[in-house]
């Protein structure tokens, strides 16, 4: 019965037409409060699936280091028990070590990254290549993969530049005979191409040979920085990584793509949740609408309220009916803003018309993915900002002792 009364008087026309405007107004203020919300949450979380895609270009699925230390040692029976395991796609050892590139007066510090021939089973570099290809050359004569970044810092072109550069390599015997030089390695390498992913990997790594590392660096062939594995579409990586851990013992540290970039993760979901707190503030503020509003309407309807009660209705079917009015201003507001929101977010997924404005970024779009939680958890804090909102006047409207006689 209650929400047949709160339905009639959330379409009728009131008397004093304030009331009308207050309840547009309140309808109005929280479709647009909720298109706020709904739209800067699509519009972060695709900046947090670009950000991901472009990291998942650059790291495995899962990666096998030293809990203590640089490196580790695995041998041919180890790695292939681990490629036997269920959902492994690819497996590739690696050395990665800080070093001093050269070319003439040029100079640079870079992450050297050798990497076997299986690298392009587990990682999407390759395939991200800017200028020349993606050929680590052999031993003998070894080829570097450059970020653009370095690149550009070396003033080199990778796939016109005739002269190999001069890479400089801690030797793992540290010094000998006190001379400090003789802890570094030095050898040339060529050019072979470069690749773009992101700043954060296009100004810091250059890939290589993985035997030219293990030569420079005096290392065993058993001796790695790190294996990277790769899973097949499906697999969970945490249920692998477990499993792996159980393989491999205490002497190596797993971790997920997910433990590879916790800080990043970490972040992103702060931010996320920073700005969901900030947008529900003004959904908070839009609130105040529906007190007032509610408030001017328990006045007008103090006549209906008398007849009800002098019907025998109690104060609780009073309180719903008003907090059933509150709770479909609410609804009537959500509804219009998640509606909008969705056609805007689905016309920019296909045409990009609203343009991201600068020549640093990747893309030249707003990127936006909609999620069913988000549109879930939007709907869910409008209704319980409503609900408490609209309490207050409820309450009063229910609290009060009207006289048939004198409304």
């Known amino acids: 019965m209650y929400l047949t009364f709160a339905w009639r008087y959330f379409k ?67 790695l292939s028990q681990i490629a036997a395991m269920q ?24 992450y050297l990254k050798g990497v076997d021939s299986n690298y392009f089973r ?14 680590v050359g052999n031993t003998s ?24 550069l001069t890479v400089f390599l801690p030797k793992k015997t540290g010094f000998e005979g006190g001379n400090p030089l003789s802890s570094l390695s030095e050898g040339n390498a060529y050019l072979s191409g470069s690749f773009a992913i992101q700043q954060e990997f296009d100004n810091k790594y250059v890939i290589t040979n993985i035997e030219f590392m ?3 660096m005096n290392y065993r062939d058993d001796e790695y920085t790190s294996l990277e594995v790769q899973l097949a579409k499906g697999m969970n990586a ?35 949740w920073f700005i969901y707190a900030v947008l529900t503030l003004i959904l908070i503020i839009a609130a105040f609408n529906i007190i007032g509003a509610l408030t001017m309407l328990v006045l007008e309807k103090k006549k209906d309220i008398s007849v009800l009660l002098a019907m025998g209705a109690d ?54 993915k909609m999620e069913a939680s988000d549109l879930l958890l939007v709907t869910v804090t409008a209704f319980i900002i409503a609900f408490v909102a609209s309490w207050f006047p409820a309450q009063k409207a229910a609290s009060q002792h009207f006289d048939l006689k004198t409304t």
Not at 87 to 109: C, F, H, M, P, Y
Not at 123 to 130: C, D, E, I
Not at 340 to 348: D, E, G, V
């Open 12 to 78: 009728a026309k009131k008397s004093t037409n304030a009331i009308n405007i207050i309840a547009w107004v309140t309808t109005g203020v929280i479709a647009f409060s909720t298109l706020c919300q709904v739209l800067v949450l699509n519009v972060f979380n695709g900046f947090e699936s670009l950000v991901k895609s472009l990291y998942a270009n650059f790291y495995s699925d899962i990666k096998v280091v030293a809990p203590v230390g640089k490196t580790i040692f695995l041998t041919n029976e180890q």
């Open 87 to 110: 959902g492994v796609t690819g497996l590739s050892r690696n050395i990665e070590e800080k070093a001093l590139l050269q070319n003439d007066a040029q100079q640079t510090v870079v």
């Open 238 to 272: 945490e249920t692998f990584a477990r499993a792996l851990r159980q393989v491999l013992g205490d002497k190596y540290k797993v971790q997920t793509k997910y433990e590879q970039n916790t800080s990043l993760y970490q972040s992103m979901r702060m931010e996320k």
């Open 315 to 368: 104060k609780h079917i009073i309180r719903k009916i008003f907090l059933s009015e509150g709770l479909l201003l609410a609804a009537g507001g959500a509804v219009i803003g998640i509606i909008l929101a969705t056609l805007i977010s689905m016309l920019q997924m296909k045409y990009h018309f609203i343009k991201l404005y600068g020549s640093s970024f990747l893309i030249d779009y707003f990127p936006v």
């Open 141 to 164: 004569h070894p080829l570097l993969v450059l970020g653009v970044g370095i690149e550009s810092a070396m003033n080199v072109s990778a796939d016109q530049n005739i002269y190999p």
């Open 214 to 216: 293990r030569q420079q």
């Open 122 to 135: 587990v990682s999407g570099l390759p395939s991200k290549m800017y200028r020349g290809n993606f050929d």
